[in-house]
């Protein structure tokens, strides 16, 4: 089972930092390439970063590449989205999710089988 944590009010410029941890016997979140995804109002689901099953490279999406981070801790069963320069159109729910296929990581949904509840991000002053 996965859950997103971590989000909240922030101001504009202001950074977050977002969780994704997994529970369940022997549900390693190194094992699977997790995405991070947000729903905008109004939006479909937008695909915002990923990092891969093996080798762990990520890739993001390009409105937010220098300014989201994806980081793990497996001591922990969390992978993280540090969330930098924040700006009023990053306002939404967002996601984390799983799937097995080999590297490279996508961004595209539809892989994805596993898939946390949401937490909400507020940016605005």
């Known amino acids: 089972q996965l859950q997103a944590s971590g989000g909240g009010l922030v101001q504009p410029g202001g950074s977050l930092r977002l969780s994704c941890t997994g529970s369940g016997f022997g549900f390693n979140l190194d094992h699977y390439a997790i995405g991070w995804f947000r729903q905008r109002p109004g939006k479909g689901r937008e695909g915002v970063g990923c990092?891969?099953?093996?080798?762990?490279?990520?890739y993001y999406a390009s409105s937010v590449k220098g300014r989201f981070t994806i980081s793990e801790d497996g001591a922990k069963n969390t992978v993280y989205l540090q969330m930098n320069s924040l700006k009023p159109e990053d306002t939404a729910v967002y996601y984390c999710?799983?799937?097995?296929?080999?590297?490279?990581?996508?961004?595209?949904?539809?892989?994805?089988?596993?898939w946390g509840q949401g937490t909400q991000v507020t940016v605005s002053s």
């Open positions: 999710a799983t799937e097995q296929r080999d590297p490279p990581c996508t961004v595209l949904p539809g892989p994805y089988d596993s």
């Open positions: 990092i891969s099953s093996r080798g762990r490279s990520t």
